[in-house]
C-alpha cells in the first residue's frame, strides 16, 4: 500500500567485526555489513564462515530480485507490466503477497488494501506525481481488494483500471528473503534490517536477544535519536508504521500523511502516531502495522489489535496522541 519510512532501528547492539565466539569451536565469526536494498538503508549482522562481500552479496541478489518482481517504481517489474495490464502471469513473490494481504484486508474490513496505488498516486506518495485536482469518487471506483483474485499462477481483475502497490508488505517480505537465504547456508544467529523491517533469529555477538528500539513518534523525526521502549527479540520480526515522517501540508494547512484510507480516499490522519508488531514473518509485521495505521484512533484499531494477539500470537505497541503526554497501548509481555 503505502511506502514507509520504518521507524525501527537497532540500538545497543555494538558489534566488532570478526569476534571469535569463545568456547565454540566452529572458528565462526559474527560480521557485520551495512548496504542499500529496495532504495533504502540495510544492515546484517550474523554468525558465519563467509565473508563480508558475501553477505554483501546474498543482499544485492535479493533486492535485484524483490525489485524485478514487485517495484512500483520500475516501469519493467513484472508488478508494473501487471499494473499496466501487459501481463496477467504472477510470480512466487507477487502471488504470495496478494493472497497475505487479502488476509490483512478481511481482518480489518477492508481498511488495509494493496488495491490502492491509483490513490496514493493521486495525492503524492507513488511514482507518480501528486494531481493538482483529485476526483476521489472516480478514484474509488477501481479500488477495492475484492477486485482482484488469484488462481493458476495469474491474477484476476474485475476492473483493468485497478493497480497494485505491495509496499506496505514488500520490505518486510524480502527481509524474509535474506533470512531464508541465512538459514538454508545454516546461519542461526542473525539479524537482518532493511529500512527498519527487522528479522531476528538467535543470539548477537554478546550471547543476548537482538535489542530493538521502538522510536519516539513526533513530527519529521529523522535523526533517530529518541526512542521509547527497547525490546529484546529472538526469533521474531519486528516492524513499525508511522506518520510523522512521510507528510506534507498543503496550501491551506492542512497534513497529509502517506497512510490513505481505501474507503474514503483520504488520508488517514488520527491521534495514533506509530504502530509497532512483533509477529513471526516480517511480512506479516510490515503488514499488520499499516493495516494498524490505516485503522487509525478508531475504536476498531484496539480490539483488533488484541484479537490478532489472541489468534496470531502477535505483539502490539500503540502509541497515541495524549492530551500532555503519548497513550500507549499494548500487549501484556510489552508492558
Not at 279 to 290: G, H, K, R, S
Request: proline residues 1%.
Amino acid at each position: 500500500m503505502f511506502t514507509k519510512l520504518r521507524t525501527l532501528y537497532i540500538f545497543a547492539v555494538t558489534i566488532t567485526l570478526s569476534v571469535i565466539f569463545s568456547g565454540c569451536g566452529d572458528s565462526l565469526n559474527f560480521v557485520a555489513v551495512d548496504s542499500f536494498a529496495l532504495g533504502t538503508f540495510a544492515q546484517a549482522k550474523c554468525k558465519t564462515s563467509l565473508s563480508e562481500q558475501e553477505i554483501l552479496n546474498i543482499i544485492k541478489v535479493v533486492d535485484e530480485e524483490s525489485k524485478e518482481s514487485m517495484s512500483i517504481f520500475s516501469t519493467t517489474s513484472l508488478l508494473s507490466r501487471i499494473n499496466s495490464n501487459q501481463t496477467d502471469s504472477l510470480d512466487r513473490h507477487i502471488a504470495f503477497n496478494i493472497e497475505l494481504a487479502h488476509r490483512f484486508s478481511k481482518i480489518s474490513n477492508g481498511a488495509y488494501d494493496i488495491t490502492i496505488k491509483p490513490l496514493t498516486d493521486a495525492w503524492g506518495f507513488g511514482r507518480e506525481s501528486s494531481e493538482t485536482q483529485i476526483n476521489i469518487d472516480s478514484l474509488l471506483e477501481f479500488v477495492g481488494y475484492e477486485l482482484i483474485s488469484v488462481s493458476e499462477g495469474r491474477v484476476h481483475k474485475l476492473d483493468n483500471r485497478l493497480q497494485i502497490d505491495l509496499n506496505s508488505i514488500a520490505k518486510g517480505y524480502t527481509v524474509d528473503l535474506v533470512a531464508e537465504r541465512f538459514e538454508e547456508l545454516g546461519i542461526t544467529d542473525y539479524m537482518v534490517n532493511i529500512g527498519g523491517e527487522i528479522r531476528c533469529k538467535g543470539y548477537n555477538a554478546h550471547g543476548d536477544r537482538w535489542s530493538i528500539a521502538i522510536e519516539t513518534p513526533y513530527d519529521g523525526n529523522m535523526a533517530m535519536d529518541s526512542y521509547e521502549k527497547i525490546v529484546r527479540i529472538a526469533d521474531k520480526a519486528v516492524a513499525t508504521s508511522g506518520n510523522y515522517r512521510r507528510f506534507y501540508l498543503t496550501e491551506d494547512g492542512e497534513k497529509v500523511v502517506h497512510t490513505i484510507s481505501p474507503k474514503t480516499g483520504y488520508s488517514v490522519v488520527s491521534t495514533l502516531l506509530s504502530a509497532t508488531v512483533i509477529a513471526p514473518t516480517c511480512a506479516e509485521a510490515d503488514a499488520a502495522a499499516t493495516m494498524f495505521m490505516s485503522l487509525g484512533s478508531s475504536n476498531d484499531v484496539e480490539r483488533i489489535a488484541e484479537q490478532c494477539h489472541k489468534e496470531y500470537g502477535w505483539d502490539y505497541y500503540l502509541i497515541f496522541a495524549g492530551e500532555e503526554d503519548y497513550r500507549i497501548v499494548c500487549s501484556e509481555v510489552l508492558k
